[in-house]
Nanobody
Framework: QVQLVESGGGLVQAGRSLRLSCVVSGSIFSINAMGWYRQAPGKQRESVATITSDGRTNYADSVKGRFTISRDNAKNTVNLLMNSLKPEDTAVYYC????????????????WGQGTQVTVSS
C-alpha cells in the first residue's frame, strides 16, 4: 500500500519560512513527477510546485522566487522550502506523487498525502 506522509506545517508570521517534507512509502518501482498543491478555504486546490524525476521544476506565478521544490530520489521524498511567507499562502498543503508500482506497469498512479496546514499570520 502506497502512502504519502507530509510534515512541517504550522503557524508562522509573515516574512518567515517553513519547510514541508513528504515521504512516499510502500512497495513501488519508481516515482515520476512529484509536487505540492494547496487548497485555501472556499477555493479550489491549486498547483504550487512540481518536479519531474530528472529535476525539472515548475512553479505557480504566486510563489516564484519565494518557494523552492526539491526531491531525493533515493529516499522517495519531496520537499518544499517556503520563504517570505504571506498571509495569502495560508492553506492546506498536499503532497502528490505519480507512482509506478511495477516494472511492467504501463504508467503511474496518482497518490495524495493527507495534507498539512500552513497558516501565515500578518
Amino acid at each position: 500500500q502506497v502512502q504519502l506522509v507530509e510534515s512541517g506545517g504550522g503557524l508562522v508570521q509573515a516574512g518567515r519560512s517553513l519547510r514541508l517534507s513528504c515521504v512516499v512509502s510502500g512497495s513501488i518501482f519508481s516515482i515520476n513527477a512529484m509536487g505540492w498543491y494547496r487548497q485555501a478555504p472556499g477555493k479550489q486546490r491549486e498547483s504550487v510546485a512540481t518536479i519531474t524525476s530528472d529535476g525539472r521544476t515548475n512553479y505557480a506565478d504566486s510563489v516564484k522566487g519565494r518557494f523552492t521544490i526539491s526531491r531525493d530520489n533515493a529516499k522517495n521524498t519531496v520537499n518544499l522550502l517556503m520563504n517570505s511567507l504571506k498571509p495569502e499562502d495560508t492553506a492546506v498543503y498536499y503532497c502528490n506523487a505519480n507512482v509506478v508500482l511495477h516494472w511492467y506497469s504501463g504508467g503511474g498512479y496518482e497518490y495524495w498525502g493527507q495534507g498539512t496546514q500552513v497558516t501565515v499570520s500578518s
